[in-house]
C-alpha cells in the first residue's frame, strides 16, 4: 500500500487545497475518520442479456454497448434482484490529484445483504476526474432497493511516495466520466495482438 491514509482532518485540509468532491451534501456527517461519505446518482445502466452465446474480446461486436439506461428520480428506487449487474455511478464528482491514490469501499450495512459495489475497481488513480462508475451486484438471496442518494460507498485517500509518470487520462480526451463507463476489456492490446495474429492466419 502506498504512504500513509489521510485522517478526516487532512482530507478537510485538502478539500480546501487541491482535492475536489463536489458537491458535497453534507461535509460535517459525510468526511468521518479516514474516509469520505458518497452518494448514489439516479443514473443506472442495465446490462442486457444479448442474444450472443458469451462476451468474445475479439468479435468484432465486443465494443458494442449492451446497455440500458435507467433513470430513477429522487425518492424513488431501483432493485436490484439476486444475480443482478448495475453499472451505477456516484452522485458526487471527485477531483484526485497527482499524489494522492483513492480507496473505494462499499458500505458494510449493504455487504450484510450480499450487495457488492465494485466488482474490481477500488483503485481511484492520480488524476481520476469525474463520478465514479460502480460496478453493484447482488448476492445475496434478497431483492435490495437501492434510492438515489442513499450513501452506497467511502472513499479513503492515500499519500504516494514519489511521483507518478503517467496520470490518468493522460494521452487521451474525456476521462472524466459522468456516467458509467461500459467494458473496454476489448481494448486491451494483448487482445489487439491476438486479433492480428489470427487475422495474418486466418
Known amino acids: 500500500m502506498p504512504g500513509g491514509v489521510l485522517s478526516d482532518k487532512e482530507i478537510i485540509r485538502r478539500l480546501k487545497d487541491d482535492l ?3 458537491p458535497m451534501l453534507d461535509e460535517s456527517t459525510q468526511v468521518k475518520e479516514c474516509k469520505v461519505d458518497l452518494h448514489l446518482s439516479g443514473v443506472f445502466y442495465e446490462i ?3 442474444s450472443v452465446d458469451s462476451y468474445d474480446p475479439l468479435a468484432t461486436t465486443a465494443g458494442n454497448d449492451f446497455r440500458k439506461e435507467i433513470l430513477i428520480p429522487l425518492g424513488q428506487y431501483l432493485v436490484l434482484h439476486p444475480g443482478d449487474l448495475i453499472l451505477a455511478s456516484t452522485f458526487e464528482n471527485v477531483n484526485i490529484p497527482t499524489n ?3 480507496i473505494l469501499e462499499g458500505r458494510s450495512s449493504l455487504g450484510r445483504l450480499g450487495v457488492i459495489v465494485h466488482a474490481t475497481a477500488s483503485f481511484i488513480d492520480p ?3 469525474g463520478a465514479i462508475t460502480l460496478e453493484l451486484s447482488n448476492l445475496g ?3 435490495v432497493r437501492l434510492y438515489t442518494l ?5 472513499l479513503a485517500f492515500f499519500n504516494i511516495n514519489g511521483e ?3 496520470v490518468y487520462g493522460a494521452g487521451r480526451q474525456g476521462h472524466a466520466h459522468p456516467k458509467s463507463e461500459a467494458s ?3 481494448e486491451d492490446w494483448e487482445y489487439i495482438v491476438i486479433k492480428q495474429c489470427r487475422d495474418e492466419h486466418s
Open 127 to 129: 488524476g481520476f476526474k
Open 141 to 143: 438471496h434478497l431483492p
Open 100 to 102: 494522492l491514490l483513492g
Open 164 to 166: 507518478v509518470t503517467q
Open 20 to 22: 475536489i468532491i463536489h
Open 48 to 50: 442486457l442479456r444479448s
Open 150 to 154: 442513499a450513501r452506497v460507498a467511502a
Open 184 to 186: 473496454r476489456h476489448h
